[in-house]
């Protein structure tokens, strides 16, 4: 089955990245290059974290530019900023997220499934910087595609490796192993469409000393903002009680949790007052923040009777 959300994301690959594949895929770029291509992909492919010193620099100014996707190097210097601001959050995300997992669950050459995995940030990184053997799941055929050239140009192959499937259907794709040490999910719960049947599969992946971990932005009940987000992206946000519900149901154990809500707002904000942003969802996202109903959250579990 390919949904709605996959064809949306398909779709923002083509119009927003494909033009730029030819610099992206361009054997005698450098490492810096590169990353410097990446950087305009992986912008608004998870959201920020972190409100750090340039940040409160550019609110002083008051001139705000969130970015979508755009050609960092047509920007004027201001706007560069901003863009280079707006990485380096979801950076400081991506980071932080591995960070609170070490904590908790080893990282070192461990079988990792990252689920939804986008422009692959967390699995990069994981191989990267502790040698884990990264599968990353992604329904989008173009970002399969773009992450299968990744893997290439980083010379990855063998630690890191894509496979095309939905997240909904997990009992029946074929995965690099029968068993993940470790199973992530950076801003793809949402796209979960029954949550008990995602997470008794999640357990069956899992082995037993396993460690699910995600963030993901819920609901704490029901409001226009969370209804015109899911509308606009095609998702199905969820209950934060009811997702720690289903935790429980299906023998998990929480071990950690962490609000991230006031961190989250400053991405927002910034990517709000931005000239190219479109400006719909990113109010919906600061409405939802401001009255409470959209949290944005890090769980971490293992299976039950597991420390
Ligand atoms: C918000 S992005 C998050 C990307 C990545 N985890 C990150 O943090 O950068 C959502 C990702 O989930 C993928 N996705 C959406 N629905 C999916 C499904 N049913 N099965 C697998 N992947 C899906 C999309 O293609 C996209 O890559």
Known sequence: ??????????????????????????????????????????IFHHYGLTLHQKTKQLQRKNRYFPLNMIDIRNLKQDQELIARELYQQELNQTEYFIKQISKYHQLSGQRVLDIGAGSGGMSFYLTENFHCQTTMLNLSKEQVKLLKRIITLKKIAGKANVVAGNMNALSSIRLATTKFDLILQNETDMYITSLSNFLANIGKLLSADGCYATISWYKTRESQNIKNIDRYYFTAMKNLEYFRGELIDQNFKIIQEIDLTEYAKPYWYLRNTFQHAKGFVEAEFIGGLENGSLKYQLIIAKKNGVR
């Open 1 to 42: 089955m390919y949904t709605k959300a996959a064809q949306q994301y398909d779709f923002k690959v083509k119009e927003d990245l494909l033009n730029q594949l030819p610099f992206l895929f361009d054997h005698s770029l450098t490492d810096k290059s590169l990353d410097e291509l990446l950087m305009q992909y992986y």
